[in-house]
C-alpha cells in the first residue's frame, strides 16, 4: 500500500470526488474506488472537518449511472444521484467486446462506437453542473487511426474535440498508439500513461533468475512503431535494444496493402539472452508471434511477451499452441481491457493490475497537484529491479 501522510494534502481538493466507471469498465473500477476509500480514510489533517473536505471521506465514490436502451435501439444516460459541483472522473473500456444490448428480438454485440456514445450521454446527463469532468479512457477511442494518409477521415482528433467541446477539462489514456494525438487538443489536459512499471514489477514477482544486465537482457521492439516504448525501457534497465521492421513488396497490392516480404531485425547479436517484446496492443497476435518466433531463431533464451492491451480478436489457441512449442515463456497484459475468464487461467498469462496506479492518478489530480512523478516511473523501477537483483547475488 502507497504511504499516505499529511503532505498529500498540501493542496484543497478541487471538488467532492465523483467517479463513474461505466458498465464497460466496472470491475476495474470498483478496484480504484476501494483503493481511493481505503487511503483517503486513512488520511489524518486538522481542518478536515471545514467544507472543503465535505464528502472527503466516503464508504463509496462511486456515482451510480444507467445507460438503458429503447426498443429501437436508441440510449439514453440517466445519473441516479446530484452531482452539481463535483470533481468527476469518467471510468470506460472502448474494447470490451462482452457486452450486448437487445433490439427487438435481436442481440447486438456493443463496439468501441456504442461505449463512446455511451461516455458522451453520461457527459450530456452531467449537463455541465460538475466542477470538472475528467474522462479516463485506457484504450484511446480511435487511437490508431491518429493521422490522415490521403483522403481518409481523422477519426481520434474528432472524438476528442467532441469531448472538449462538451466541457471536458482533462483526458487521461494509457499508452496512446500515437502520442502525438495531444496536439489536437493544445489547450486542454491529455496523458498518455505508459504501464512500464507494472510491467516490470509483475515480471519480477513472477520469474525467478533474471539478470538484468547487457550480457543477459534485452529489450525488443517488434516493429518501428513501438521503438520509443523500447529505448525508454532499455534506457531504464541500462540494456541493449533492438528492433524489426517490415520489408514491403511495393510491387504488389493485396487488399489494399503492400505485402510483407520479410521481417528485418535491427540490433546487436541476441543470442543467449532474455528478453522482453514489447508493444501497444495485441489484436490478432500474428505479428508479435512471427517476431517471437523469429528471435527464438536467432537464439534467444526467454521470451517475454509484455502489451498494454490484449484484445486477442482471434482467440488464445494460437497463443497455446506457440508456448506449447516453445515460442514465447509469458505474456504481460494490463486489465484496462476487458479480460476473458480463458485467458485469465493460461498458466503462461501474467495480469498487471493498474487500478492502483489510476487510483493514484485521481487522487493527485483531485487536489489539483502534479503527476508528473506518476507518469515517469524511472525511480520506482530502477529500485524494483534492484531490490530483485539484490537476492541473486
Not at 10 to 16: D, I, Y
Not at 42 to 50: C, G, L, N, V
Not at 242 to 254: E, H, I, T, W
Request: charged share 25%; with cysteine.
Amino acid at each position: 500500500m502507497a504511504q499516505v501522510t499529511t503532505k498529500d494534502l498540501a493542496t484543497l481538493p478541487v471538488g467532492r470526488l465523483g467517479l463513474v466507471p461505466l458498465e464497460s469498465c466496472k470491475d476495474l473500477g470498483q478496484k480504484v474506488n476501494d483503493w481511493l476509500v481505503q487511503w483517503r480514510k486513512e488520511r489524518e489533517y486538522p481542518h478536515m472537518d471545514s467544507f472543503a473536505f465535505e464528502g472527503y471521506q466516503r464508504d463509496s465514490y462511486k456515482i451510480s449511472v444507467q445507460t438503458p436502451r429503447f426498443g429501437s435501439g436508441e440510449g439514453k444516460c440517466v445519473i441516479s444521484e446530484s452531482v452539481r459541483g463535483d470533481d468527476i472522473y469518467i471510468l470506460l473500456d472502448v474494447c470490451n467486446y462482452s457486452m450486448t444490448y437487445s433490439m427487438g428480438k435481436f442481440e447486438n454485440l456493443m463496439s468501441p462506437d456504442d461505449h463512446f456514445q455511451d461516455l458522451k450521454r453520461v457527459i450530456g446527463a452531467i449537463g455541465g453542473k460538475a466542477r470538472r469532468i475528467n474522462v479516463i479512457m485506457p484504450y484511446l477511442y480511435e487511437g490508431r487511426q491518429s493521422k490522415r494518409i490521403g483522403r481518409e477521415s481523422l477519426d481520434c482528433a474528432t472524438s476528442l474535440h467532441e469531448l472538449i467541446d462538451m466541457g471536458v477539462e482533462n483526458i487521461i489514456t494509457f499508452d496512446a498508439h500515437d502520442a502525438r494525438i495531444q496536439n489536437a487538443t493544445p489547450l486542454h489536459g491529455f496523458e498518455t500513461v505508459q504501464p512500464s512499471y507494472q510491467f516490470i514489477k509483475a515480471l519480477l514477482r513472477n520469474e525467478e533468475g533474471l539478470r538484468i544486465d547487457n550480457e543477459h537482457f534485452m529489450i525488443i521492439s517488434p516493429d518501428e512503431g513501438s521503438m520509443s516504448r523500447a529505448i525508454y525501457l532499455a534506457n531504464i534497465l541500462g540494456v541493449d535494444m533492438g528492433m524489426y521492421y517490415k520489408r514491403l513488396d511495393y510491387s504488389k497490392f493485396v487488399n489494399g496493402r503492400h505485402p510483407i516480404a520479410a521481417y528485418e531485425f535491427l540490433g546487436p547479436n541476441l543470442k543467449g539472452k532474455d528478453v522482453i517484446l514489447v508493444d501497444d496492443m495485441i489484436s490478432s497476435g500474428d505479428t508479435v508471434l512471427k517476431i517471437a518466433s523469429l528471435l527464438k531463431e536467432r537464439g534467444a533464451g526467454r521470451i517475454y511477451i509484455c502489451s498494454t492491451f490484449g484484445i486477442f480478436t482471434d482467440g488464445l489457441q494460437k497463443f497455446d499452441e506457440a508456448h506449447k512449442q516453445g515460442v514465447f515463456d509469458k505474456m504481460l497484459t494490463t486489465n484496462l481491457v476487458y479480460q476473458t475468464p480463458e485467458l485469465l487461467q493460461k498458466d503462461y498469462y501474467i495480469n498487471c493490475d493498474m487500478s492502483k496506479y489510476i487510483a493514484l492518478i485521481i487522487d493527485t489530480l483531485n487536489h489539483d497537484m502534479s503527476v508528473s512523478h506518476l507518469l515517469n516511473p524511472v525511480e520506482r523501477i530502477k529500485k524494483c529491479v534492484n531490490t530483485y537483483m539484490e537476492r541473486y547475488k
